[in-house]
């Protein structure tokens, strides 16, 4: 079969012909129409990402349809389409991964292939409203988004709520998830083209964060936010806690930004402020996302499509931070 294989840090994704996984009897072997790319992908190209092995086929996420199935496999059927959950073995504490869980793409082989072998309890029947290239889009990104938002944060009708950094897949389905939940969604970004897609995407208003008093504009318009998901943390964090309202929630997932090392300890005890780590999801949670993307027919944007041959100008595309939306690769 052909794969994109990294052989190594810094080296490029190069498209070879592999071997096709062969599966035990819990297992099935996904023939992948789409995957998708996520930061994740990059930072272990450059070697910026725990427990480092190569060759390795990278790509947490994707769709496809069932190609053969182990048999003990009960609950999956040969030709089925499906999406792939890409978060194994969280453990039976919802509040918190177990030591044996680990992510599609690093350790195992991942969906950057023709092919990917997964664990049957792993997939799931895709969205039918979905093309196969719109399912792909969801998993990692999406789960992170909803245990960030839904779990964590616990946005509610009618709350106001601050997605940081619009433009990426993770803050894009923050937005979406909160929307649906009929929050009161803004949106934050150094790109006002950014701003204004949010804004014909549902949101109600942006801020430009590279605007000194952003936060002081924020508060004036919309009296603070019950919830805040961000995904950069770094020295612009002390402004979210500026924004948040009494009793707020701020929950992030990434830390692009860098370290926080400027919070004022009062700011958050006065202010009665919950602050929550996240980070992807159970798959309790990926049964719930599919279950609201369902219901809303909700619909994920795609930034930009590459061929699996043009695996590393996806990459580089990535690396640049210019998308808006996901980046999507035909299989």
Not at 196 to 203: D, T, V
Not at 212 to 241: E, M, P, R
Request: with cysteine; glycine share 10%; charged share 20%.
């Amino acid at each position: 079969m052909k794969a994109a294989v990294l052989k190594g840090v810094h080296q490029p994704v190069v498209l070879e012909e592999v071997n096709k996984p062969e599966i035990s009897s819990d297992e099935v072997l996904v023939a992948v129409k789409n995957s998708a790319l996520n930061h994740r992908d990059v930072w272990i190209q450059k070697g910026q990402y725990a427990g480092l092995k190569f060759p390795i086929i990278l790509g947490s996420d994707g769709a496809g349809i069932v190609y053969e199935i182990g048999n003990e496999v009960k609950n999956v059927s040969v030709g089925q389409e499906v999406i792939i959950c890409p978060s194994w073995y969280w453990g039976d504490n919802p509040k918190v991964q177990a030591k044996t869980y680990k992510i599609l793409g690093l350790p195992d082989n991942g969906t950057f292939a023709e092919f990917v072998k997964v664990p049957a309890e792993f997939v799931y029947t895709k969205p039918k409203h979905l093309s196969f290239a719109q399912a792909a889009a969801y998993p990692l990104a999406g789960l992170t988004a909803y245990r960030a938002t839904i779990t964590r944060a616990n946005v509610q009708k009618d709350e106001n709520v601050l997605v940081t950094g619009i433009g990426g897949g993770v803050a894009f389905f923050a937005m979406q998830f909160a929307i649906a939940q009929g929050a009161n969604v803004y949106v934050t970004s150094s790109d006002e083209q950014k701003i204004q897609k949010a804004i014909e995407l549902g949101a109600k208003g942006g801020f430009n964060y590279k605007q000194g008093d952003w936060d002081k504009i924020a508060t004036q318009q919309t009296g603070g936010f019950d919830a805040i998901i961000d995904g950069a943390a770094g020295d612009g964090f002390i402004k979210l806690i500026e924004v948040a309202k009494p009793a707020g929630r701020i929950v992030f997932y990434g830390g692009t930004a860098g370290n926080i090392n400027n919070i004022l300890p009062a700011k958050v005890f006065w202010k009665q402020l919950t602050i929550m780590g996240s980070t992807m999801g159970s798959t309790t949670e990926f049964e719930a996302m599919l279950a609201m993307i369902e219901k809303h027919a909700l619909i994920p944007l795609i930034s930009h499509e590459f061929e699996l041959n043009d695996i590393q100008k996806a990459f580089e595309t990535m690396d640049k931070g210019n998308q808006f939306g996901k980046i999507v690769v035909r299989i």
